[in-house]
Nanobody, 115 residues
Framework: QVQLVESGGGLVQPGGSLRLSCAAS????????MYWYRQAPGKQRELVAV???????TYRDSVKGRFTISRDNAKNTVYLQMNSLKPEDSAIYYC?????????WGQGTQVTVSS
């Protein structure tokens, strides 16, 4: 069985920073792609960033230059460093890891950007 635990969300002022973490534990052979999604109230879940096993990240246009996705394979963890946060970044952020060809979701962590 695999468990994902997210952390790092919270309330931050516009222009501030947060770092999200998502750690996987349990029966893990190999982690392929690692994703961060977000969902704001009344909106569909959207892909924010993805990093594959080759460590090449991809971002949605609205976060390019502000967010950085990274992974630590030794710790089975993916991170999302979020800088220059805007109110429109407010959402529940979910990690999704493809582990041994199966998709696993984190529980979500709330990010609120407000003055």
């Amino acid at each position: 069985q695999v468990q994902l635990v997210e952390s790092g969300g919270g309330l931050v002022q516009p222009g501030g920073s947060l770092r999200l973490s998502c750690a996987a534990s349990g029966s893990i052979d190999k982690i392929y792609a690692m994703y961060w999604y977000r969902q704001a109230p009344g909106k569909q879940r959207e892909l924010v960033a993805v990093i594959g096993s080759g460590n090449r990240p991809t971002y949605r246009d609205s976060v390019k230059g502000r967010f950085t996705i990274s992974r630590d394979n030794a710790k089975n963890t993916v991170y999302l460093q979020m800088n220059s946060l805007k109110p429109e970044d407010s959402a529940i952020y979910y990690c999704n890891l493809v582990i041994d060809s199966r998709s696993h979701w984190g529980q979500g962590t709330q990010v609120t950007v407000s003055s």
